[in-house]
T-cell receptor, first 113, second 117 residues
Framework: AQSVAQPEDQVNVAEGNPLTVKCTYS??????LFWYVQYPNRGLQFLLK??????LVKGSYGFEAEFNKSQTSFHLKKPSALVSDSALYFC???????????FGSGTRLLVRP | DAGVIQSPRHEVTEMGQEVTLRCKPI?????LFWYRQTMMRGLELLIY????????DSGMPEDRFSAKMPNASFSTLKIQPSEPRDSAVYFC???????????????FGQGTRLTVV
């Protein structure tokens, strides 16, 4: 069965510093990988996805993620964090022929001024 | 497009009552998903539809839950009878299959916060 793990419940970083939010996955076959962000009392917003091709994917708001097949990871990164990036981040996976997303448990990102 | 529209935004009901959550997907999208979010269990996929047909309802917790999609622009999730443990935020999402790009991102509604007392 496919699954997604986000090992950190919370990530704290100072504004202006780089940030990383970790995600690992377990699937049989080729995964489609996604990152979503959720602000308080809001639905999830799409940030970026990996389908195929270049392992480094660039997305919204300056975020990027690197697909690493050997480590089965898809970590979210940003070179310089903003206070407004503080939110709940979800990694998700879907399989080739299925369009359903399986989400990780979420990581709360707190960027302090 | 206004995005995925869910109603109501908040619902408070008494245990045993019937609850109906509504969703209008983005026009033209052919996939519709219902998710439930709780602190304990995170985001769980309940059911999803393709072209109005239920494809996978393995996440529906009990027979008390049912979902329908009578047409491409409307879906409902019904809980009858409701119980306090059903309290959660319920999200609807829709997506469009992109044949040449494989998986596509899902667009989420703002959710319905259900409280069963």
């Amino acid at each position: 069965a496919q699954s997604v793990a986000q090992p950190e419940d919370q990530v704290n970083v100072a504004e202006g510093n780089p940030l990383t939010v970790k995600c690992t996955y377990s699937v049989s076959g080729n995964p489609y990988l996604f990152w979503y962000v959720q602000y308080p009392n809001r639905g999830l917003q799409f940030l970026l996805k990996y389908i195929t091709g270049d392992n480094l994917v660039k997305g919204s708001y300056g975020f990027e993620a690197e697909f690493n097949k050997s480590q089965t990871s898809f970590h979210l990164k940003k070179p310089s964090a903003l206070v407004s990036d503080s939110a709940l981040y979800f990694c998700a996976v879907s399989m080739d022929s299925s369009y359903k997303l399986i989400f990780g448990s979420g990581t709360r990102l707190l960027v302090r001024p | 497009d206004a995005g995925v529209i869910q109603s109501p935004r908040h619902e408070v009901t008494e245990m045993g009552q019937e609850v109906t959550l509504r969703c209008k997907p983005i026009s033209g999208h052919d996939y519709l998903f219902w998710y439930r979010q709780t602190m304990m269990r995170g985001l769980e996929l309940l059911i999803y539809f393709n072209n109005n047909v239920p494809i996978d309802d393995s996440g529906m917790p009990e027979d008390r839950f049912s979902a329908k999609m009578p047409n491409a622009s409307f879906s409902t999730l019904k809980i009858q009878p409701s119980e306090p443990r059903d309290s959660a935020v319920y999200f609807c999402a829709s997506s469009l299959r992109q044949v040449h790009l494989g998986g596509t991102e899902a667009f989420f509604g703002q959710g319905t916060r259900l409280t069963v007392v």
